[in-house]
């Protein structure tokens, strides 16, 4: 009964006379040399053995047999036997004092059959549980690999494996030895350059796969324990994602089109304590693909609410860093839009407390404390901004896509947002195309979210000439156009003039006079263009109030009219500002005026058509 040094087993001495096996179809027999007086039956399975072994070293069987007062006690059933009938053969042998060896892969089953046989010291010495023990202790705890073995192999042995604290002594070597590995394997590979003085250390975690055959609640309880010996964060984090890819990756994706049940309560769990293991360890260090990864197997399984808040909140701190495929989550519900937009909107609150959070100094609540995660800048807030301008053109074109969540996306993002309002103005205009029962007001509460003042000459050349956008808007762009084009011209005039006023010898000279001239027929024309900009607004609100007993009364004749005089009015609105287009020219510039704005049109006209094209 000895064991070697080196060898992963303990082998048994034998009898003299090796055991002979048979299988008839309701009995094993163990031995056939001598005639057998006792049947035990295990799980429907029938063992014809002699008393004396088994009483001579279990407990159980020896006081069922003082129980039974009857001393041709011929047959016993043993009820709820740990490891089944596998591991009630493997103790009968044990006590016939068979030939086999303890094993990793089956020192779990043993010591749990000889728990519930009660083998103990009391009835013979070195009996099961001692061996059983012994081998944990010497070969099995002391080594990681075989940690995870015996761990594996506890799988069905629930709760005598609990009781007899097995789980419990595998989980703490298995965190035990990974540190003790680490920490041996970066000081053998520690490498110093003596020129930069930088440490770099080397070391890969083998046990990081091996991690991912454990049971979803013996692997969390491994983690946690690695958490407090102190293993690396990223190994911990690779493990996790490594878990989740191999244990998930048979859950394909669900469409909006597909209905009922595709997964079941296993799936669920191991997504729900995989994320709970984030926020529960505070584990920082997995990446937001992987988040974003975990969201949509959340989702797809049908994970608990807590579990969804907990990885949106985690994307929300670096929402910076995210792509625009990842925020395309595919909606599971048969009745809404294609994208589950209502993500996306808690992820963005997320980002946007976050940054409240931060300007007033307080810590996130999650634990990120890295210098872009505790203080975030203003081009953060620009990135998300661009990020949800993209997002906001690609869930545009969605016909099932309501109004109220696409203006909410929209108004969630504060104005110092953009920069410039091009790609949000691109993604209302989509829309509108997208969607062309829209109410008049609702396309104006729609447009009123876009800025004319920050749309690039591009974009408000092509607004000007955009036949889906109200009215209002259109005089909206035109007029901030002819602000910007005064502006323009004050700001590149005003060095010409004073150049002009000066001669080369540095004084006035006589040139002035002209100049003088020049510059009040100048503000004549500003006045006129300002007058001309009110007759513009007055015309505007007769159009809208014919408009408005139109529609009362049902006159489609009067459609026409209101169409003609809409025409009428924007060739009027073109024609005024073909005049500012020439404003502040000298005298010659007047004369070609017709010319110039013919020019103009056409280039405007090409401009808009090459707009989207880069767009």
């Given at each position: 009964m000895g064991m070697g040094s080196d060898s992963a087993a303990f082998p048994f001495s034998t009898t003299t006379t090796s055991p002979r096996f048979c299988n008839p179809i309701s009995h094993r027999r163990i031995f056939s040399d001598v005639a057998e007086d006792l049947t035990v039956s295990v799980d429907g399975q029938s063992f014809l053995l002699h008393k004396f072994p088994l009483v001579s070293r279990c407990g159980r069987v020896r006081k069922m047999v003082v129980d039974s007062k009857d001393p041709d006690l011929l047959k016993l059933e043993l009820v709820n036997v740990p490891g089944g009938a596998f591991a009630f053969e493997l103790a009968a042998k044990f006590c016939y004092g068979s030939n086999f060896e303890i094993t990793t892969a089956n020192v779990a089953h043993l010591r749990c059959?000889?728990?519930?046989?009660?083998?103990?010291?009391?009835?013979?010495?070195?009996?099961?549980?001692?061996?059983?023990?012994?081998?944990?202790?010497?070969?099995?705890?002391?080594?990681?690999?075989?940690?995870?073995?015996?761990?594996?192999?506890?799988?069905?042995?629930?709760?005598?494996?609990?009781?007899?604290?097995?789980?419990?002594?595998?989980?703490?070597?298995?965190?035990?030895?990974?540190?003790?590995?680490?920490?041996?394997?970066?000081?053998?590979?520690?490498?110093?350059?003596?020129?930069?003085?930088?440490?770099?250390?080397?070391?890969?975690?083998?046990?990081?796969?091996?991690?991912?055959?454990?049971?979803?609640?013996?692997?969390?309880?491994?983690?946690?324990?690695?958490?407090?010996?102190?293993?690396?964060?990223?190994?911990?984090?690779t493990s996790i994602t490594h878990y989740a890819q191999t244990s998930l990756k048979g859950v394909e994706r669900r469409h909006v089109w597909d209905s009922g049940p595709f997964v079941g309560d296993d799936q669920r769990m191991v997504v729900e304590t995989l994320i709970n293991l984030l926020a529960t360890e505070n584990i920082t260090t997995v990446t937001l693909s992987f988040l974003f990864g975990m969201l949509r197997m959340a989702i797809e399984v049908d994970a608990s609410l807590d579990c969804r808040i907990e990885v949106e909140k985690r994307i929300g701190l670096q929402l910076e860093m995210a792509s625009l495929d990842d925020l395309l989550i595919?909606?599971?519900?048969?009745?809404?839009?294609?994208?589950?937009?209502?993500?996306?909107?808690?992820?963005?609150?997320?980002?946007?407390?976050?940054?409240?959070?931060?300007?007033?100094?307080?810590?996130?609540?999650?634990?990120?404390?890295?210098?872009?995660?505790?203080?975030?800048?203003?081009?953060?807030?620009?990135?998300?901004?661009?990020?949800?301008?993209?997002?906001?053109?690609?869930?545009?074109?969605?016909?099932?896509?309501?109004?109220?969540?696409?203006?909410?996306?929209?108004?969630?993002?504060?104005?110092?947002?953009?920069?410039?309002?091009?790609?949000?103005?691109?993604?209302?205009?989509?829309?509108?195309?997208?969607?062309?029962?829209?109410?008049?007001?609702?396309?104006?509460?729609?447009?009123?979210?876009?800025?004319?003042?920050?749309?690039?000459?591009?974009?408000?050349?092509?607004?000007?000439?955009?036949?889906?956008?109200?009215?209002?808007?259109?005089?909206?762009v035109l007029y901030f156009e002819q602000l910007r084009l005064k502006s323009s011209f004050s700001g590149g005039g005003s060095g010409g003039l004073s150049q002009r006023f000066m001669c080369s010898s540095g004084v006035p000279s006589s040139c002035v006079s002209p100049q003088r001239d020049n510059y009040a027929s100048l503000r004549r024309e500003n006045r006129?263009?300002?007058?001309?900009?009110?007759?513009?607004?007055?015309?505007?609100?007769?159009?809208?109030?014919?408009?408005?007993?139109?529609?009362?009364?049902?006159?489609?004749?009067?459609?026409?009219?209101?169409?003609?005089?809409?025409?009428?009015?924007?060739?009027?609105?073109?024609?005024?500002?073909?005049?500012?287009?020439?404003?502040?020219?000298?005298?010659?510039?007047?004369?070609?005026?017709?010319?110039g704005s013919e020019g103009k049109n056409r280039r405007r006209h090409k401009a808009s058509e090459a707009y989207w094209n880069q767009h």
């Open positions: 059959v000889a728990e519930y046989l009660e083998m103990t010291e009391d009835y013979q010495e070195e009996n099961l549980i001692f061996r059983t023990e012994t081998y944990l202790n010497e070969i099995v705890l002391k080594n990681l690999d075989k940690s995870l073995e015996v761990l594996c192999k506890c799988d069905g042995l629930d709760p005598s494996v609990e009781e007899v604290g097995l789980v419990d002594r595998c989980v703490d070597a298995i965190a035990m030895n990974a540190s003790k590995e680490q920490l041996v394997s970066g000081l053998a590979h520690l490498e110093c350059h003596v020129g930069s003085g930088k440490l770099h250390m080397h070391s890969q975690d083998w046990w990081v796969e091996d991690l991912s055959a454990l049971r979803i609640d013996h692997y969390r309880r491994v983690i946690s324990a690695m958490r407090k010996t102190g293993v690396r964060p990223e190994s911990i984090g595919p909606s599971t519900q048969t009745s809404d839009s294609m994208f589950d937009v209502d993500t996306v909107h808690r992820i963005l609150v997320n980002f946007l407390q976050r940054i409240d959070e931060d300007d007033s100094g307080e810590l996130s609540p999650c634990g990120y404390d890295s210098e872009g995660l505790k203080s975030p800048s203003h081009s953060s807030v620009l990135k998300v901004g661009r990020l949800m301008d993209g997002y906001l053109a690609e869930i545009a074109p969605d016909p099932y896509l309501k109004l109220q969540k696409f203006m909410a996306l929209i108004e969630l993002l504060p104005d110092y947002a953009r920069i410039v309002d091009d790609g949000l103005y691109r993604a209302i205009d989509i829309y509108l195309k997208a969607h062309p029962s829209l109410t008049e007001s609702e396309c104006k509460k729609l447009c009123k979210l876009i800025d004319c003042q920050k749309l690039s000459p591009d974009a408000s050349s092509h607004a000007a000439q955009n036949d889906r956008l109200p009215i209002q808007m259109v005089v909206r006129e263009l300002k007058l001309e900009i009110s007759r513009m607004r007055v015309r505007l609100t007769e159009l809208e109030r014919e408009q408005g007993l139109m529609k009362q009364q049902g006159m489609r004749g009067g459609e026409g009219r209101a169409g003609e005089h809409g025409r009428a009015f924007l060739a009027s609105l073109s024609r005024g500002f073909g005049r500012i287009s020439m404003f502040g020219g000298p005298e010659k510039r007047r004369k070609k005026s017709s010319q």
